[in-house]
């Protein structure tokens, strides 16, 4: 009678030992699942703070695309087809235009000697550019080597932008594309801002910076600061590795320039057509394809009123309400609704002296 009674006792064990093994593994299991959800958690505020445009002016506005599921982008879009959404009440309209019919536009250009030919042959695609757009726009031409000098200020003569192309090559030269950059936004200092007029620049360089003392990204966040979008032109230079000759990569933060203030990055030929420059090196199919950029965007922002000045941070939202349809506002990627913080301070209430 001993032996049935061991064996039952032996399967009570095994059968004990096996729950708890089993209820083990399940509390593992589920120990697992909540870390992976607070991870994961964790990682959608992350990335959430991150997409927050950060706003500290009375009039915000911010040029963006618009495009469909397949990436098209859209045409004929009103005020309308955008909601702002102000639980806080700070804001006392929202502002949209279509397209960009009157630019402020600067181009700066590398006066390196291996560019000075090609970037001489595009003057008359240049400024057709500008002279694309309203009588009402403004143009300025900037050139650079180890420092950049501004040759034709703000104004509406296409006659001197255009003989501002035509430049002696420098030798054996330093190139500072990124201290350029920063005087190409420093040009806006004096404009009064003006929300229907669209600020941009094209640096037109070989990408190889060895002089600059501004780093990309203060370049990038005082374009940011004043809506200034960069359209970054690469002519290439050719090295041999692998027994082929293939592009120098730009300077860390060049492509970035454009990508991060709202613009483009173009590289121009490759090293097939570097055997044809003067079919490669063709910047006309560039500025017809900023040009279509431009006019293919809109912009959206949203005016502030006095109640904001309480030095508290607000948040708002632009939300796109068609179906279908995501935007991109700069650096920040496509979404349906974009995030807005705002903080302001009280004006200075104090009267002037004297």
């Known amino acids: 009678m001993s032996v049935p009674s061991v064996a039952l006792n032996s399967r009570l064990v095994t059968s004990g030992a096996s729950r708890l093994t089993s209820l083990r593994n399940q509390i593992i299991r589920i120990l697992a699942l909540l870390l992976w959800a607070w991870c994961c958690s964790t990682a959608v505020l992350a990335q959430t703070d991150d997409d927050v445009v950060r706003v500290s002016t009375d009039l915000s506005v911010f040029p963006i695309r618009v495009t469909d599921k397949n990436r098209h982008a859209v045409p004929g879009l009103k005020v309308s087809d955008f909601q702002l959404q102000d639980r806080d009440g700070i804001t006392t309209s929202m502002y949209f235009a279509a397209g960009a019919d009157r630019v402020a536009l600067v181009f700066a250009l590398d006066q390196s000697g291996s560019l000075r030919e090609v970037i001489s042959q595009q003057r008359d695609a240049a400024v057709g550019l500008f002279e694309h757009f309203s009588t009402a726009s403004r143009v300025a031409v900037i050139r650079f080597a180890e420092k950049p000098e501004t040759i034709v200020g703000f104004g509406n003569d296409s006659q001197a932008a255009r003989a501002a192309f035509d430049f002696s090559p420098g030798i054996n030269r330093h190139t500072a594309i ?145 179906p279908g349809l995501v935007y991109s506002v700069a650096q920040y990627g496509y979404a349906r609704t974009h995030h807005f913080s705002v903080k302001l301070s009280p004006r200075d209430s104090g009267k002037p002296p004297g």
């Open 178 to 322: 990124f201290d350029a950059a920063a005087a190409a936004v420093r040009t806006f200092d004096d404009s009064v801002r003006d929300p229907a007029e669209r600020r941009i620049v094209i640096l037109v360089s070989d990408g190889l910076d060895n002089a600059s003392s501004t780093s990309p990204a203060r370049v990038i966040a005082a374009a940011q600061e004043q809506n200034i979008s960069f359209y970054t032109i690469q002519i290439p230079l050719f090295e041999p590795r692998e027994g082929r000759l293939q592009v120098r990569g730009p300077a860390k933060g060049f492509r970035e320039l454009a990508e991060k203030t709202g613009g483009k990055y173009f590289l121009v030929g490759n090293a097939r057509a570097a055997l044809a420059p003067a079919q490669s090196q063709d910047l006309y199919p560039v500025f017809k394809a900023i040009e279509e950029d431009l006019r293919s965007q809109y912009v959206v922002g949203f005016y502030v009123g006095e109640s904001a000045r309480d030095d508290r941070t607000h948040q708002l939202s632009i939300n796109i309400s068609r």
